[in-house]
Each structure stands twice: as C-alpha cells, then as structure tokens.
C-alpha cells in the first residue's frame, strides 16, 4: 500500500479486533509494536513484548519510529516496522512523534470515537479488572484530548461497521494516492 493507516481510539474502541479483521479479510500487513508491559494473558500477540535494554539499544542505533510511554510502560515502533506494514494501532503521543519524521509514504490517521459505556462493556469481556477499567478510562481522557484535529477520519463506531468504513476509506486513500479518483 502506498499509506500508513494509523488507527487510533480510547482503550476498548476496538482497534485491534478491526485490523486483526483487515488483515483476515484483506492481508494488510500489521505493525505489531514493542512493549515493555507484561502480557495481559498467555496468549497475548498484541505487541512484542520485550525488557527496557532493547529500548535503550534500539534508541541508541536510531532505529525508533515512534514511541511513548503509557502506564510507566514504553511502547514503539522501527522505521523498518514502519516501512513495512499498512496498518499501525496507535496513541496520540506516537502519532505525533511518527509526524515529526520524514517518512516515505503519507500517514492516514483514522480515530476510532467509541462510547464509554460500550468501551467499558468490552473491556470487561476481555477480562480487565474494574480498576484497570476505570484507570484506562480516565487516562484515556487526557491522552485522548484533541485527538479529532490530529484525524483524517472519525469513525462513530457506535452506529458502523467499523471494518466495513475502513475498508472504504482505505480504498479511497489508495485510489487517491495512486493518482485515480480525487
């Protein structure tokens, strides 16, 4: 693909479950980013998960694209992931951390808006703990301010299907970039 599509949301928006299904039904390729947070359970493949010396020695080799601290946690990405991969789930502060480099190809930031009352009901079904509920939420708040003047796209995720409007508008930016519908 031509675009970077970062997609972005509060915790519980539904942003990997979206492109784990972009990429069942269409073979995007995923940035899984580093982490130095623990698995929430076994089988988690959401991130690499790795110790902070792999940070201090990527950092230190400039291989980092964009990063941020979440939680007391890094999360970030390589210019080779970044290079690579079509679809990127990210925050705030790692989309504008990804604006600041001279990329090759243009970022296409997508902001998934999702209720509360819906974000808090999937994040019980996935096992998270009231507290941690209510301290993402809260989080989420300050870390999300402003989100809507950094996207390209907002998509009510209340009311669409999510993977079907970013099919679309992945569609739409290719064609766009690929010098077609304008």
């Known amino acids: 693909m031509n675009n970077l599509y970062l997609i972005c949301g509060k915790s519980g928006s ?23 947070r623990n698995k929430r359970h076994k089988n988690d493949t959401d991130h690499i998960y790795v110790d902070v010396s792999m940070y201090y020695h990527m950092k230190a ?37 990804l604006q600041q480099l ?22 019980r079904l996935r096992g998270d703990t009231t507290k ?6 809260e989080e989420d708040a300050t870390a999300f301010d402003g989100v809507e003047d950094l996207a390209d796209f907002i998509i009510n995720v209340e009311n669409n299907d999510t993977v079907e409007v970013l099919k679309e508008i992945i569609n739409k930016c290719e064609e766009v970039s690929d010098g077609g519908i304008e």
Not at 14 to 33: N, P, Q, R
Not at 66 to 87: F, G, K, M, P, R
């Open 14 to 36: 539904g942003k990997t479950y979206a492109v784990e299904k972009l990429y069942d039904e269409c073979g995007y390729d995923i940035l899984c980013s580093y982490t130095t």
């Open 61 to 97: 080799e400039n291989q980092i694209a964009a990063e941020t601290l979440y939680d007391h946690h890094l999360y970030w990405s390589t210019i080779d992931q970044v290079n690579q991969s079509d679809l990127y789930v990210i925050d705030v502060a790692g989309i504008k951390s």
């Open 102 to 123: 001279q990329l090759n190809r243009p970022l296409v930031v997508i902001y998934l808006d999702c209720p509360e009352e819906l974000r808090m009901k999937r994040m």
């Open 132 to 137: 941690d509920i209510n301290k993402r939420i």
